[in-house]
């Protein structure tokens, strides 16, 4: 069965500071691949995604995520965080079925600023 | 920008009671969806809806739960008999197309049955 797995649950870092969030999926075939981020209040934003071809992905406020096949891994990472960055960051695979996709989430990483 | 909307926000219920939950897709959306999370889980899947019919539900989506799309803008979600298990955030999302489209998500209903 498809699954997501994001091992960290909450991280803190440093405004200014670099960030990588850690996404493992489990997909047997190639899979669909995104990245949400939810603030507190609203719904879930889109930030990046996946289909085909390079493995680095560029998305909206900065993010960036690369797909390593071998490592069956999603990472999310930011160069230099901004304190309006703080959120849950959840990660999702697309299980294509019958012309749409379902999506399967992680469990999500709560991501905490320091000024 | 376009986005979708849910109402209410917050709903409080009492066990046994029926509850519906409304969405707003986006407009030239084709592919509907609810999703929830209860407090401290992941984001379920529930149901897709495309062409006026479920295209598929999880096991979570029993005969307690329906979905409709009444007119050409809303979508809802009915809970028949509220149970307290079903306490959660209820997502809805649309999509413009199916195998690369991407989900939209609402700001999300929370259900709380007491």
């Known amino acids: 069965a498809q699954s997501v797995t994001q091992p960290d649950i909450h991280i803190t870092v440093s405004e200014g500071a670099s960030l990588e969030l850690r996404c493992n999926y489990s997909?047997?075939?190639?899979?669909?691949l995104f990245w949400y981020v939810q603030s507190p209040g609203q719904g879930l934003q889109l930030l990046l995604k996946?289909?085909?071809?390079?493995?680095l992905v560029q998305g909206i406020k900065g993010f960036e995520a690369e797909f390593k096949r071998s490592q069956s891994s999603f990472n999310l990472r930011k160069p230099s965080v901004h304190w309006s960055d703080a959120a849950e960051y959840f990660c999702?695979?697309?299980?294509?079925?019958?012309?749409?996709?379902?999506?399967?989430f992680g469990a999500g990483t709560r991501l905490a600023v320091h000024p | 920008e376009p986005e979708v909307t849910q109402t209410p926000s917050h709903q409080v219920t009492q066990m046994g009671q029926e509850v519906i939950l409304r969405c707003v897709p986006i407009?030239?959306?084709?592919?509907f969806y609810w999703y929830r999370q209860i407090l401290g889980q992941k984001v379920e899947f529930l149901v897709s809806?495309?062409?006026?019919?479920?295209?598929?539900k999880s096991e979570i989506f029993d005969d307690q739960f329906s979905v409709e799309r009444p007119d050409g803008s809303n979508f809802t979600l009915k809970i028949r008999s509220t149970k307290l298990e079903d306490s959660a955030m209820y997502f809805c999302?649309?999509?413009?197309?199916?195998?690369?489209?991407?989900?939209?998500f609402g700001p999300g209903t929370r259900l709380t049955v007491t």
């Open positions: 407009s030239n959306h084709l592919y």
């Open positions: 997909y047997g075939a190639t899979p669909y």
């Open positions: 999702a695979v697309g299980r294509f079925s019958g012309g749409y996709n379902k999506l399967i």
């Open positions: 809806f495309y062409n006026n019919e479920i295209s598929e």
């Open positions: 996946y289909f085909s071809g390079d493995t």
């Open positions: 999302a649309s999509s413009e197309r199916g195998p690369r489209g991407e989900q939209y």
